[in-house]
Structure formats: C-alpha cells, structure tokens
T-cell receptor
Framework: DTGVSQDPRHKITKRGQNVTFRCDPI?????LYWYRQTLGQGPEFLTY????????KSRLLSDRFSAERPKGSFSTLEIQRTEQGDSAMYLC???????????????FGEGSRLTVL | KNEVEQSPQNLTAQEGEFITINCSYS?????LHWLQQHPGGGIVSLFM???GKKKHGRLIATINIQEKHSSLHITASHPRDSAVYIC?????????????FGSGTQLTVLP
C-alpha cells in the first residue's frame, strides 16, 4: 500500500460541466476526509466519512457537491455545474480511528487540482 | 479572528539557520498537527501531538496546552526544507472530528 492516492491529479473543465474526483485511502483506514484548498490559504474541511457513513458536511459543500464512499473503501467527490469559484485543490486524507497504533494521524493524498475556465 | 493563527506568514532563512514557526489557537483541542506542503500540493504529516514535545530528525514540535500555543523548530535548515508548513488543530468541541487549518507559513531556505 503506497498511501492515499487521488485521481485525476489535475482537471481542467469548462464552466457548467460536471467533474468527479476519486480518492483511494490507505486500506485499513476507516476515516476519510475531503478538504478544499485555494491559493495561499490553508485547507478547509468539506466532509468526512467513517466507513461508508458520511458523518458531517461543511456549509461549504453546496447542493452541487456530493460525496460518496459506497463500500467504505474509495470515495468520490462530484461537483455538478462547475463554477469558476470551484477552482481549487481538492485534498483527500485518511486516518485509522479506534484501532491500534497512531490513531488519528492523518495521511494526505497529493490532491486533485481543478481549474474551471 | 481565525481559530488558528500562524506566524510568520513568510520566512526566508540562510542554510544552516535555526527556524521557528509559531501556531496559536483559540479553541479547546484534542490534538495538533504540523503538516508540510510542497509545490504541487502534496501534504505530509510531520507531527501529531497533544502535549509536550516530539522530535524527528532535525524537526522539533512543542505544544503548550495552557497557553494554546505550539512551535515547530527546524535545526540546521537546508534548502530542501523549503515548503509551506501548516498547523492544524483537532477540536474536541461538538461531534465533528475535523481539522481546522492555519493559512500556512511559506519557508524559503537559501543556499
């Protein structure tokens, strides 16, 4: 297992199109987080899952955003009808909660950079 | 006021210098993370701590829970340390288990 992987790394799309990002967490991690980061700012929390359950969504996650983690493994983040303001880096992270070892330590993916023209 | 404040925002140092980056937070926390982000976006977790001090190689992280303050130190800095360093806190208020991030400190180490 090489860590958290995200795909695609970079997506350029036209305003109004739908985009989907995928995150594959570290296999034994039961928690998965999505963050959004704009230039010069720290990441902002979007949503997180414990196993397949989506436990919290930020107010930043408008109706155009939806996230799923259907089998408690990989997750997808879909943005419908993209707007220029959606241009950002979308980061995924995973952690093991309630298990042995460094419970709560986060491991991040490389991110998916979205550019909406 | 942001819940997590970092200082300085930008820092330029000469190779070999001792570097300190500070993080202050205003909420009760269960843990604090120091993260490193290189150009291109990838984030690496450096430390997670809830008390005291941790050391890994040339990096040292300290936290003072009473003062709601943490510092990240880099000894014998090197150009490859150039990156954005982000402090993030895990709040124990409410039911959400989520991180609140600082806006980062851009470190440039010159050869």
């Amino acid at each position: 297992d090489t860590g958290v992987s995200q795909d695609p790394r970079h997506k350029i799309t036209k305003r109004g199109q739908n985009v989907t990002f995928r995150c594959d967490p570290i296999s034994e991690h039961n928690r998965l987080y999505w963050y959004r980061q704009t230039l010069g700012q720290g990441p902002e929390f979007l949503t997180y899952f414990q196993n397949e359950a989506q436990l919290e969504k930020s107010r930043l996650l408008s109706d155009r955003f939806s996230a799923e983690r259907p089998k408690g493994s990989f997750s997808t983040l879909e943005i419908q009808r993209t707007e220029q303001g959606d241009s950002a880096m979308y980061l995924c992270a995973s952690s093991a909660f309630g298990g042995r070892g460094a419970a709560g330590e986060l491991f991040f993916g490389e991110g998916s950079r979205l550019t909406v023209l | 006021k942001n819940e997590v404040e970092q200082s300085p925002q930008n820092l330029t140092a000469q190779e070999g210098e001792f570097i300190t980056i500070n993080c202050s937070y205003s909420v009760g926390i269960s843990a604090l993370h120091w993260l490193q982000q290189h150009p291109g976006g990838g984030i690496v977790s450096l430390f997670m701590l809830s008390s005291g001090k941790k050391k890994h190689g040339r990096l040292i992280a300290t936290i003072n829970i009473q003062e709601k303050h943490s510092s990240l130190h880099i000894t014998a800095s090197h150009p490859r340390d150039s990156a954005v360093y982000i402090c993030a806190v895990l709040s124990h208020s409410g039911s959400a288990r989520q991180l609140t991030f600082g806006s980062g400190t851009q470190l440039t180490v010159l050869p």
